[in-house]
């Protein structure tokens, strides 16, 4: 059964994909709760699998020279055990910072972060090219991130 939130729900979600590491008394301040009652819906959330981990966002650009990459991939064999290969080397390498599945001409679509280019080149051709099982992918180097996030847009009544 999906979690139905109410319009209090709502709010405090919105407020915990925005900053989670604010204080229980400063979120019940904005949807006008106690903090005990905001940590009993906060304790709910996460019962109900709607808040799954609490992170810490960095600014790659604070940490020094960032190159981010998309790249499109297309596996040579569509077989189960091809694809959970993939996956499986996509999870286990850290500068993989997101991969997808897609539906249409490429399998996969994975953003990459690295230092540099030539980083970004050295990792997609030892993700990539060295795999026997990929067709064909594109490195696609990112001039500018636009916007990135990864909130989730509420239901609404």
Known sequence: ?????????RRLLRLLQEDSGRSLRALG?????SPSAVQRRIR?????????????????EALGPTTLAVVLVTLEYESTE????????????????????????????????????????ALADRLFRDDQNV??????PVLDSIKTGSTVPLPQP
Not at 1 to 9: C, K, N, W, Y
Not at 44 to 60: F, H, I, K, Q
Not at 135 to 140: A, E, P
Request: proline share 3%; net charge negative.
């Open 1 to 9: 059964m999906a979690f139905v939130p109410d319009s209090i729900d």
């Open 29 to 33: 301040e904005e949807v006008g709760l």
């Open 82 to 121: 091809h694809h959970t290969a993939f996956r499986a080397r996509m999870l286990a390498e850290s500068h993989v910072q997101q991969c997808y599945d897609l539906a249409g001409q490429w399998d996969y679509a994975a953003v990459l972060v690295t230092g540099s280019l030539s980083e970004c080149r």
């Open 135 to 140: 067709r064909r992918y594109d490195t696609l």
């Open 44 to 60: 709910a959330y996460r019962a109900a699998g709607v808040v799954t981990r609490e992170v810490a966002v960095l600014d790659p």
